[in-house]
């Protein structure tokens, strides 16, 4: 924990300034219990920016490519970051994000899967509404609002949690959580 709260404080000392970074809705964030944490994905910038302006520590679940590279590797699981092989139902992953829910951490999750190269929403994947639906955490949405230029202003916007009990009563599907988390981004977006 003394390690992530240096390196939270070093890197916001360096990219709040540079991206002149304004938080909103921070109050709609919980301030205990299980979090599932919804963001669309415009760079490799975006985990440290939630991590930095989230009022909690973020655990994030990242590409298994990433764990190949040594010193990253490192920190990443210094920092409680864990891989995920994509393009496949990697049980292991769902297993560890479920078990960080269920213990009241909050899991950051990017639904589309990979970054937008143009900067649109996509399509989120099964995976997102998966951990919305078999968790009992509060589904909040968040926006990452661009560009990542130095010296231009970068809106992160958290949004109030989703509603889970009508959905869960309607037992919709994975697809259909998905679809719903990314449209709550979309309208954060559309602020």
């Known amino acids: 924990m003394a390690l992530y709260t240096f390196a939270r404080s070093v890197v916001a000392g360096i990219l709040k300034p540079t991206y002149r970074v304004k938080v909103e809705g921070i109050e709609n964030f919980p301030k205990e219990g299980g979090v599932f944490l919804c963001a669309n994905h415009i760079s490799n910038f975006d ?3 939630v991590g930095i302006t989230a009022p ?3 655990l994030f679940m990242a590409k298994a490519e990433l764990f190949k590279i040594p010193v990253l590797k490192t920190l990443l699981k210094d920092f409680g970051t864990f891989p ?3 393009g496949g139902s990697d049980r292991e992953a769902l297993r560890t994000g479920l ?5 009241g951490n909050v899991l950051g999750f990017f639904p589309e ?3 937008s190269k143009n900067g649109e929403l996509g399509k989120g994947q099964s995976g997102a509404g998966f951990f919305a639906l078999r968790s009992n955490a509060a589904v909040v949405p968040c926006a990452i609002v661009g560009p ?3 010296f231009h202003t970068l809106r992160v916007i958290y949004g109030n949690p989703i509603n889970m009990e009508e959905y ?3 037992k919709i599907t994975t697809e259909e959580m998905s679809a719903i988390i990314m449209e709550e981004i979309g309208k954060l977006l559309k602020k």
């Open 47 to 49: 985990p440290p920016i």
């Open 56 to 58: 909690r520590q973020v």
């Open 84 to 86: 995920v092989n994509r």
């Open 99 to 103: 078990k960080i829910l269920k213990e």
């Open 113 to 115: 899967g990979t970054r």
């Open 148 to 150: 990542y230029k130095p």
């Open 168 to 170: 869960r009563a309607k």
